[in-house]
């Protein structure tokens, strides 16, 4: 016979736990979708708070009062907004590549509002980010990124973090330091490829001054650019890749930072 009783010891434990999960939720990619319902995000997370909270084993959590319970509620809280933040800050690294590429085919200020990220973003960049969303589903990146969070439980326990606020630091200047080279290396095609254009209206303009190598360049620049993004979609899974070793690598480390030795 199962017995469905639970004190009030457990009921808080469960309420620890699902703030924790209910941060990472409204912070993770792919999970953190602004068209997303609010309802959705919720009973997801009280529906993988009910499957972790079996899992894991309940430890005492010791506490005085309101305000005690309430700080490790805050703490449980940054700890999940810590490891969904981990993961969605790689997404900046198409968003940079896209800026670059943009910027060197001329596109620059045609900017439209990305409603995942709530700002105006390039239009590279934009299919960028969705185009590495989707290999995020296709992959089930997005399962690798749940796990992560049920598998902090077992190397953070609850009330349990020690914040390692240098270490976090250190974290994300080496991820500043990557996102710029890896953005560089996904725009780099079309990076030389307008480059070496340039190079060439450049000469036809020494060659010919009257032509008009202004308006012919303008136009030249949109066309290889695009030519080039087209042959350079068969390498969208090599670019996912650098965002996932990344996105890997920024949740280790994090999760690290806040681990107590």
């Known amino acids: 016979m199962i017995d469905y009783s639970f004190s009030l010891i457990t009921f808080e434990y469960f309420l620890l736990v699902m703030v924790r999960i209910t ?25 993988v708070s009910i499957l972790v909270f079996g899992l894991i084993p309940e430890p005492s959590v010791s506490y005085v009062g309101v305000i005690g319970f309430a700080t490790i509620a805050l703490k449980e809280g940054i700890t999940g907004l810590l490891i969904g933040f981990a993961a969605n800050i790689c997404n900046s690294i198409v968003l940079l590549a896209g800026n670059i590429i943009d910027m060197n085919m ?28 989707m290999m995020l ?3 089930g990146m997005h399962r690798y990124v749940l796990t992560a969070v049920v598998q902090s439980f077992e190397l953070i326990p609850v009330n349990e973090q020690v914040f390692q606020w240098d270490r976090l630091l250190q974290a994300m200047l080496d991820y500043m330091s990557q996102s710029m080279i890896l953005g560089f290396r996904i725009a780099l095609p079309v990076f030389a490829c307008i480059m070496i254009l340039n190079c060439v209206l ?5 060659v010919s001054p009257q032509m008009n190598m202004f308006s012919v360049g303008m136009q030249l620049k949109v066309l290889v650019g695009m030519i080039i993004l087209l ?16 996105m890997k690598r920024m949740i280790v480390s994090v999760i690290e930072g806040m681990r107590g030795m």
């Open 231 to 246: 042959f350079t979609m068969q390498l969208l899974p090599n670019v996912t890749e650098f965002v996932y070793s990344e």
């Open 202 to 206: 450049g000469v036809m303009a020494k």
């Open 23 to 47: 941060s990472f939720v409204y912070t993770a990619p792919f999970f953190s979708l602004p068209n997303t319902p609010g309802r959705v995000k919720i009973g997801f997370s009280v529906m």
């Open 137 to 139: 589903i296709v992959s």
């Open 106 to 133: 001329g596109l620059s200020m045609a900017t439209e509002y990305d409603p995942v990220t709530r700002t105006n973003a390039p239009i590279t960049g934009n299919l960028y980010n969705y185009l590495v969303l």
